[in-house]
């Protein structure tokens, strides 16, 4: 019997519109009620985090920026780990506009959301009911701040595509973290951290491990998540990058039709 689930939001947890469905959230609260063990990893910030698990009415651990940062359930720092600047230099002085006029840069400073453009327009037309957006500051400001995750978001996926090439070759891609949680968003942070490596942190804090979990995600920050844990399932929404990695694991319904919910409720009898 499994004591654990560790779940993704976007794509994953949360519905198309990235909120939690009244469906979604009694579910969850039936799971903690059982004594099952549940802890969200995401690769938003804290603040991003702690929003969903404020929907879903319960107190838990939150895996955030895929792995770097770690908050406890009371809202105490546990693990953190930035970028190393060296690296971090290196990406930020790539000109990235050349490989697409309309890709965007932003990242996560401890809490804080930075982005370099004036962009509340762009994420309200991602989610109009959206209450926090990033802050703007100049180019300069961000080359000065350490971050736990940068990531570039662009419509255009072939250009993205280009852009990580020249990532891997300025930084070395042995040195780093990067990869694709969506087509539209790559993302970079510390080759010491991933989702996996925190889940495993937190378990062991509750007296768990690995295999005791069940996992869900849609992104490429989930493959060693849902290839580790004790049971990992893929999403019908997810990105192809990850589809095509994954060869023994069940694709279950997409995010819009409640899939993970779905299957936590056959899972542990709900």
Not at 10 to 30: I, M, Q
Not at 102 to 122: A, P
Not at 177 to 182: R, V
Request: aromatic share 10%.
């Amino acid at each position: 019997m499994f004591k654990a689930v560790v779940t993704d939001l976007d794509g994953t947890l949360l519905n198309a519109e990235h909120k939690v469905s009244e469906f979604t959230r009694e579910t969850v609260k039936l799971l903690v009620q059982k004594g099952i063990k549940f802890y969200i990893a995401t690769g938003r910030n804290y603040l991003g985090a702690k929003e969903a698990m404020d929907e879903l009415g319960v107190k838990i651990p939150l895996i955030t920026s895929n792995g770097a940062r770690i908050i406890d359930k009371n809202g105490n720092e546990i693990f953190s780990n930035n970028l190393k600047r060296k690296y971090l230099e290196k990406i930020l002085d790539i000109d990235y506009k050349s490989f697409g006029k309309d890709i965007i840069i932003t990242g996560y400073s401890d809490s804080n959301w930075f982005v370099t453009e004036d962009l509340r327009e762009y994420f309200y037309n991602k989610k109009p009911d959206r209450t926090r957006y990033p802050k703007q500051i100049t180019p300069e400001e961000f080359k000065k701040n350490d971050f736990t995750k940068i990531y570039f978001l662009g419509e255009n996926h072939n250009e993205l595509m280009e852009l990580e090439k020249a990532i891997k070759r300025v930084a070395g891609e042995e040195n780093i973290s990067i990869l694709f949680a969506s087509e539209g968003s790559l993302e970079i942070f510390s080759a010491d951290c991933s989702k996996i490596k925190a889940a495993k942190i937190v378990l062991e804090r509750d007296g768990l491990t690995l295999k005791d979990a069940v996992s869900f995600g849609d992104g490429l920050n989930d493959y060693d998540l849902i290839t580790e844990t004790g049971l990992g399932f893929a999403m019908g929404n997810s990105i192809y990058l990850l589809l095509e990695k994954l060869t023994d694991t069940e694709v279950i319904d997409s995010n819009a039709n409640d899939g993970m919910a779905k299957k936590v409720r056959e899972l542990f009898d709900l």
